[in-house]
């Protein structure tokens, strides 16, 4: 970079005040030594438009976008990578050369985190059941098949949503009602809840684990608290289990590469610091 210019990134999104991101880039600039800045920016739905065209100006070099705003970047983008296409969200903005390039890293930080705090796991061993139909699932949902993942059971409380997702990404996706949802835990070597059930303050994701293998792995996109009710009783039976606050480290590390130039480092002291922002 150079000294000239301090580059700029941030978050946008509303509400924005409990995002754990501003913490997570703080220490990687500090770390590296970098001269930047990374901003959370509380941005209406109808201003969106407004202020992505505007922050390239004021010597922004990209963005974090989260709700919900996801979906609508997508038409303000001159490039969309065909991954963010797919999934239909971008959480990633590039500002370079007066153009706008879109991107989706979630997926790629739902199968790194997996692959760090699972390594044994392996896509093509089996079915994996996932819990919610909504723009995380998305991302979950086409990682693991581009990862070769051979079925995907999927649950939500509204079943026309799941049944939305099936007829997007194909055949490879089994749906399930979901008081059924149970059912499909049966020989599924990886289960995924990708809804807000188990957060702290909603209500815990109720499924019955009765049928799940302690062979298989769990990992919850949920990462507040870090052990949910779910992650709780899938290690009492014996499953690996992975917290979600690893896929934010992870899907944040792309773009703070593109924006600042160097790769930034993952390991307990990035956790740590995320945990305490």
Do not use: C, M, Y
């Given at each position: 970079m150079s000294d000239d210019n301090i580059p700029l990134a941030g978050v946008i999104g509303t509400p924005i005040a409990h995002s754990r991101s501003p913490a997570l880039h703080g220490q990687w600039l500090r770390r590296l030594g970098i001269a930047g800045h990374y901003i959370p920016m509380d941005v209406s739905q109808?201003?969106?438009e407004t202020v992505v065209r505007a922050l390239p100006k004021m010597g922004f070099v990209?963005?974090?976008?989260?709700?919900?705003?996801?979906?609508?970047?997508?038409?303000?983008?001159?490039?969309?990578t065909d991954r963010a296409a797919?999934?239909?969200a971008a959480n990633t903005?590039?500002?370079?050369d007066s153009r706008i390039y879109a991107d989706n890293t979630d997926g790629y930080g739902f199968i790194?985190?997996?692959r760090q705090g699972a390594p044994a796991w392996q896509a093509r061993s089996g079915p994996a059941a996932v819990f919610g139909a909504g723009g995380a699932?998305?991302?979950?949902?086409?990682?693991?098949l581009d990862a070769g993942v051979p079925e995907i059971r999927l649950s939500n409380r509204t079943k026309a949503r799941?049944?939305?997702?099936r007829t997007e990404f194909g055949t490879r996706i089994t749906i399930f009602d979901w008081v059924q949802a149970a059912n499909m835990l049966d020989g599924a070597t990886l289960v995924v809840n990708t809804t807000s059930l188990g957060m702290q303050g909603k209500a815990e994701l109720r499924v019955p684990l009765d049928g799940l293998s302690p062979d298989s792995v769990?990992?919850?996109l949920v990462y507040t608290p870090l052990e949910t009710g779910l992650l709780r009783r899938a290690g009492e039976i014996g499953c690996v289990t992975v917290d979600g606050l690893g896929m934010l480290i992870h899907q944040a590390a792309p773009g703070f590469e593109r924006w600042f130039g160097e790769r930034p480092p993952i390991d307990d002291d990035t956790r740590r610091a995320v945990l305490s922002g």
């Open positions: 109808q201003n969106l990209g963005i974090n976008v989260t709700i919900p705003h996801k979906e609508k970047v997508l038409s303000l983008a001159d490039s969309v797919l999934i239909g903005l590039v500002f370079r790194e985190n997996l699932s998305r991302a979950v949902i086409a990682s693991l799941a049944e939305a997702l769990v990992t919850d």
